[in-house]
């Protein structure tokens, strides 16, 4: 029992470790982003201005 035991303490203490890391490392992350995060990012710009080009379109 003993020895699942600390095993089961080094695995929480290397995922600890892990999580540390990983917050050091949020800053801003270098080179180009993913292409789904691209396209995520251009979805809000275009849907106005699709809306708007329609409300231009049937004012003439």
């Known amino acids: 029992m003993l020895t699942d ?3 089961e303490r080094d695995q929480i203490d290397e995922a600890i470790m892990t999580l540390e890391r990983l917050a050091l490392g949020r800053g801003r992350r270098r080179g180009r982003p993913p292409a789904w995060l691209t396209e995520l990012r251009k979805s809000p710009e275009t849907k106005p201005a699709g809306k708007g080009k329609t409300s ?3 004012g003439d």
């Open 5 to 7: 035991l600390r095993e």
């Open 56 to 58: 231009a379109q049937s």
